[in-house]
């Protein structure tokens, strides 16, 4: 991968294959540039609203519960807009629900994060052929994090822990502590009129 330019102070540009042509105009990449971080937004606040309201209203346990049923629902939605269409997810390299792994892309641009931690992290774009992806990086940025994705019998309850067991049997989702990174949002647009 070869890191290209710098669109904007906060936005960096990388290319998969120096190769790629992109079918991606540049007015494309602009209405992706705004759009994206609109979609990150109001996927946070929904989620992270329903998350609170939960585990005020009835426990951390049941806010797993929660999440299990309704997180895909908040970022498997699809938006369309002209000509493109978006899509968020979350990824993480230790994930939690399985549909949450994180491609070979999506690794690289995790450990430069990594790498950068502590430094302002900006939001990366990735071009390729037929599809962009639009990343930032999600911290635990909440001590509230830490009821279920920090360490069993501190943090996160042996209850907690069964429940989450129960729903992922493979989680690896434990462990963090306030300010790592936990993992990323991932928006993914197409153009309309080239999907298979
Ligand atoms: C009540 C327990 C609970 C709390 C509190 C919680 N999470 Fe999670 N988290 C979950 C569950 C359950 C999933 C799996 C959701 C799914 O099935 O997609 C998850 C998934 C995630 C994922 C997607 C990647 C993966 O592992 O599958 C990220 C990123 C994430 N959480 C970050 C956070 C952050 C940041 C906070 C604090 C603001 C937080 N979580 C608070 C339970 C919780």
Redesign the pocket.
Known sequence: MKYISILASSILLFSCKKEDKTLFSTEDIEDIKQHSPIIIKNTFEAL?SA?VGE?SENG?ES??DY??IH??SF?EMAFVDNNKSYKIY???D????P??TMSEVDLQIFNYYKESMGQIVNDTIVIENDKINYYRP?????P??L???GKVGETVTNEVYDK?LS??PKDK?INYQLNDL??MWKVVSHLENEKK
Request: aromatic share 2%; hydrophobic share 35%.
């Open positions: 992270s998350l585990i951390v806010a797993v999440c299990n997180a895909s970022t979350r990824v993480s230790k994930n939690r629900n549909n949450n999600i911290q635990i940025n909440n509230l994090c009821q279920c994705h989450i729903k992922y989702a936990r993992g």
